[in-house]
């Protein structure tokens, strides 16, 4: 079974000032990624997937994620923040099958506190 | 751009009742889903739907669970008899196109009592 690791419940930052928020997963077979932002009181959105090709991948709201199959990594990051992006970020994997219904399998999730 | 509605927003119930949660996918998806997180744990994985029935479900989703899409247009949840461990945010998700990209809705707070 396949499992996500988020190390970093809580993550403050500067306005202005680079994050990253990590992510590590765990499979016996290959799987599809993906980044979800939760803003306050409204569902979780997609910000980022990776399925194939360029292992850097490029999201919204000038985020990007970079998968490293060696360390089994899917770590977040964004050069410089901006207080509309407090919000809680989950990573989230699925196995890589022909049946495309595959269920998500999320991390427990980091609340991203930018600081004026 | 077009979103997953859910109600009730807060739902408060005495334990053993049952409770119906409402979600409005997406019009033209065809994937749904039902998941379930817990004050500070994990976003969860309940139950998917596909064709008008179930595609997969998991441990948590016993025989107090139900899943239906009555009319062609509302999913929803029925918890036939309700647990205190039942608390929990419960999220609806549509999919034009499966796992590649779910829309979730805003989550229905369910508090059993």
């Known amino acids: 079974a396949q499992s996500v690791t988020q190390l970093d419940s809580q993550v403050p930052v500067f306005e202005e000032a680079p994050v990253e928020l990590r992510c590590n997963y765990s499979?016996?077979?290959?799987?599809?990624l993906f980044w979800y932002v939760q803003y306050p009181n409204q569902g979780l959105q997609l910000l980022l997937k990776y399925l194939s090709g360029s292992t850097l991948v490029k999201g919204i709201n000038g985020f990007e994620a970079e998968f490293n199959k060696s360390q089994t990594s899917f770590h977040l990051r964004k050069p410089s923040v901006h207080i509309s992006d407090t919000a809680e970020y989950f990573c989230a994997v699925t196995l890589i099958s022909n049946f495309g219904n595959e269920k998500l399998t999320f991390g427990t999730g980091t609340r991203l506190t930018i600081i004026p | 751009e077009p979103e997953v509605t859910q109600t009730p927003s807060h739902q408060v119930t005495q334990m053993g009742q049952e409770v119906i949660l409402r979600c409005v996918p997406i019009?033209?998806?065809?994937?749904f889903y039902w998941y379930r997180q817990i004050l500070g744990q994990k976003v969860e994985f309940l139950v998917s739907?596909?064709?008008?029935?179930?595609?997969?479900k998991s441990e948590i989703f016993d025989d107090q669970f139900s899943v239906e899409r009555p009319d062609g247009s509302n999913f929803t949840l029925k918890i036939r008899s309700t647990k205190l461990e039942d608390s929990a945010m419960y999220f609806c998700?549509?999919?034009?196109?499966?796992?590649?990209?779910?829309?979730f809705g805003s989550g229905t707070q369910l508090s059993v009592l």
């Open positions: 739907f596909y064709n008008n029935e179930i595609s997969e």
């Open positions: 998700a549509s999919s034009e196109q499966g796992r590649e990209k779910l829309f």
């Open positions: 019009s033209n998806h065809l994937y």
């Open positions: 499979s016996s077979v290959s799987v599809y």
